[in-house]
């Protein structure tokens, strides 16, 4: 069963005895363990900016969840019955557009990552990382970044290249969508890894104006996540990575 949020303390979000409180993060937790949830609940349950609304146990689980709840932030494991976390991260996707998923797994399978990416995954991380690391990590995704184990990341990149390698032998092309040149900019610097407020001040614009040329690059290619924006591009040679 969810957990229901615990009502404002007078004099904070009320803004009667001063400004307003941001609203808290909100997390959903999807792991068939439940020893892990109730270990990453009790860890961010300690984090005043971040409220842990629900906890499922399977893919299935974590769709009906998503749509009652509309969490923020979706940890998810891989591997779960009934249905896997990658099948749930698509169908999440159309019931809580909004919700940013990080994959929690042991899974290193690059095709695990890979599929995890198409899928909409904003994040892919495995459990052997700290658990002290896990409300920073909620605090990156939910900021605009993207977070890859640094271990799958060299895995990736090795993708990238293949993606390269494979574009060039391609005799005929499908026309990319043309991108302004202002998109372009923004892309490349998601492809760094930075996430909204950096590319604001990289670019002397406003973090909304930001936002806008993302969802426009996703729009324009018909994707899902600013890591599969980025894999699309070195596919279609939009960018190159150095």
Sequence with gaps: MPRQAAAPAAGTASGRDGPAAADPIRVLIVDDHALFRRGLEMVLQDEPDIEVVGEGGDGHEAVEMAGELIPDIVLMDVRMPRRSGIEACTAIKDVAPSAKIVMLTISDEEE?????????ASGYLLKEISIDEVPQA?????????????????????????????????????????????????????ARGLGNREIARELFISENTVKNHVRNILEKLQLHSRMEAVVYAVREKLLEIT
């Design 138 to 190: 909620v605090r990156a995704v939910h900021g605009g970044q993207s977070l890859i184990s640094p271990s799958m990341a060299s895995k990736l990149i090795t993708e990238f290249a293949a993606l390269a390698r494979r574009s060039e032998e391609r005799t005929q092309q499908v026309p990319a969508p043309r991108l302004t040149d202002r998109e372009m900019e923004v892309l490349r610097l998601v």
């Design 112 to 120: 695990d990552l890979f599929e995890a990416i198409k899928a909409g």
